[in-house]
């Protein structure tokens, strides 16, 4: 299974079965990172919410091809992307014609591998983040059979390791199947809040369980990058030294140094 012209580490899909943790924001914002420091970056949507192509500025009507048309095959993944507002960060928007994938690719047996497929041509990116809906369906598995890695963005809150070993079940046997590439890029804490006890220990906690796996840069809560998808543009342009784009960029760096791409001080 290696058809794929590009890095498969530099494939990420940004995945968390859970709602509301920060996949999104994450995508936008580390797209947003590493495209600052040089890197050729696409960001994928493949959630019909279509929120990391509003928030990275592409309009509804812009959206004419939309990852859709490519998991249906109806379009090529290059038909479908757009340059975003920023240099080096270009989009695969989607929109809720989206939700109705699932349903319509269920009797094709390549389903699972659609969008590995779009990605095998050759395309000019460095690094291409999958944003993944807020379910382990058909759509997520298509980003997990595509990806090199998963990043995983956990909410620091009480329940924020329930559901994390289903997912990691899911990587499992993603990797004994579908894609044996398939790497843990690793864990973001996210919506950290240093005045709550709460948060600590839970950061302490998932450390604890997942060790090495949790990125050392922790997300702050930081209500710049709720307010940014307001401005159609990512937290890292909105306000680049407010305390969320700070650790994304602290993100961005610690992923490079991972790869190889930066050394590590
Ligand atoms: P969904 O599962 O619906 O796709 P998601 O996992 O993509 O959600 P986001 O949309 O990134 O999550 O975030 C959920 C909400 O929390 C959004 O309103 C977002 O602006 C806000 N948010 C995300 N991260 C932070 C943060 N670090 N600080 C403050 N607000 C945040
Ligand atoms: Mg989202």
């Known amino acids: 299974m290696t058809d794929n012209p590009l890095h498969e580490a530099k494939i990420i899909a940004v995945a968390n079965q ?3 943790v920060g996949k999104t924001t994450t995508a936008i914002n580390l797209g947003a990172a590493l495209a600052l420091s040089g890197q050729k970056v696409l960001v994928i949507d493949i959630d019909p919410q279509g929120n990391a192509s509003t928030g990275l500025g592409i309009l509804a009507s812009q959206r004419e091809t939309t990852t859709y048309d490519v998991l249906l095959g109806e379009a090529e993944l290059k038909d479908a992307i757009i340059p975003s507002t920023i240099d ?3 989009v695969a928007p989607a929109n809720v014609e989206l939700s109705g994938a699932d349903a319509e690719l269920m009797q094709s047996p390549d389903r699972a591998e659609r969008l590995r497929a779009a990605l095998s041509q050759e395309l000019p990116y460095d690094y291409v983040i999958i944003d993944c809906p807020p379910s382990l369906n ?3 598995v298509n980003a997990l ?3 090199g890695s998963i990043l995983v963005p956990l909410q620091c ?3 924020a390791l329930e559901g994390v070993s289903q997912l990691l079940t899911t990587v499992k046997r993603i990797q004994t199947g579908l894609n044996q590439n398939l790497r843990i890029k690793g864990i973001a ?8 006890n709460l948060s600590a220990q839970v ?3 998932v450390r604890e369980n997942l060790g090495d796996l949790v990125f050392k840069t ?10 940014a998808p307001s401005f159609a543009m990512p937290a890292l342009i909105y306000d680049p030294d407010c305390a969320g784009s700070i650790a994304y960029q602290a993100l961005g760096r610690e992923i490079l140094e991972r790869d190889g791409v930066l050394e590590s001080v």
């Open 88 to 90: 080096n960060l270009h």
């Open 138 to 140: 058909l759509l997520t």
């Open 157 to 159: 809150e009480f329940f």
């Open 18 to 20: 859970k709602g509301g």
């Open 218 to 227: 922790m997300i702050p809560r930081n209500v710049r990058l709720s307010e």
């Open 189 to 196: 804490l996210t919506m950290y809040d240093k005045r709550n």
């Open 145 to 147: 059979s595509a990806a």
């Open 203 to 205: 950061a302490e906690d």
